[in-house]
Structure formats: structure tokens, C-alpha cells
């Protein structure tokens, strides 16, 4: 089941039946990606873990009311962006996504599941945070945390055609460094693996 699919499955099992299984479920599938994403916002882990259990409390409140959201993992990533732009300042209406905080964006450790070693896991993480910050995190949101082009956009309120040109550039910058940066014979392992 993909990402998206399994965060609606438990995310309306929640809202229609109060299934506290499904919700402890989705806390563990989405936490370390949603506390990253408001750590980059906010610049602090710890408040970044306070925005997510309180996200996460508030959906367990309302859950009875939830239950007709149409996409439940674009709603909770913008329910975590907005109280964490709360817990940065009242007044703060637009993040400058430029200036996010980068080891805030560092992958969360269930990348190195799909990889196949842990030498090829961090010479990719090397070359992704070497990304400049908004290119990082669209990079992120997109390709590790699933969300659509679409989602991005709305969320980081930009075009799709941003995150359609940031998501190039990551790609282009990605394939470069990885190439340069990889011995060869892992490289040719790695491909034919795949």
C-alpha cells in the first residue's frame, strides 16, 4: 500500500470508527516526517515535536468532524504547517523557504529501508543536503514523503510549476553528485539491482 493510500485508510478509520490502533498507527507512519518538516519551519526539534503531538491531539478531538476530508495527508502536513508557523509568531503569515532550517530537513532514517546500503543511503543524503534549502525541502516532500506536485505547491504556497522546476533542478544536481561521489563498482551494483 502506498504512503498516501495507508494515511487515508487509517486516517478514516480514525475519524469513522475512533479506532485508537489506526490512530497510533498513522502517529508512527507520519511523525519523524512531520516533525521534520515543522523543525525546518521553526528551527527547534523540540518544538517541532510539540507541534506534532498537538497536530495529532487535535485530530484525535475532531476526528467525528474529519471524516469528509478528502485528501488526509495534505490535510495534516497543512495543519502542521500552520501551527508551526503559530509557534514561530503570531504575526508570521509566509515562510521564507529559503531560510529554512537544513538539518531540520535531514531524511528520516526509513530512507536507508529502500536503499540498498547504508554507503549508498548517505552519499544520496550528502548530495541532498547539499541542495540549496527550497529545492531540498520540495525534493523531500515530493520524493521521500509522497506528497503531489499539487500538495506541494498548495502547502509551500507556490505554482506547480516551481515544484516542477525546483524538483529538475534536484534531480539534475542529484544525479551529478551522486555520480562523482559514487565509486564505480558501487555504482554498477546499484543499477543492476534495480
Known sequence: MRNGEEVKSLFFDVCSNGNMESYDLLYKLMCTKLIHFSAAIIGSFHM?????????????????????????LMYIYVCTRNLSLN????????????TLDRDALAMAPDIEHRIISTEVAQIIEKAIRELPTRCQLIFRLVKIDGLSYKEVAELLEISTKTVDAQLAVAIKKLSSAIRLSMPNDLLSAYFQLR
Do not use: C, G, T
Open 87 to 98: 509557534a514561530l509568531s503570531q504575526r508570521k503569515k509566509h515562510v521564507d523557504y529559503e
Open 48 to 72: 517541532a515535536e510539540e507541534v506534532v503531538s498537538d497536530v495529532f491531539i487535535m485530530l484525535w478531538q475532531k476526528r467525528e468532524r474529519l471524516s469528509n476530508v478528502r485528501n488526509p
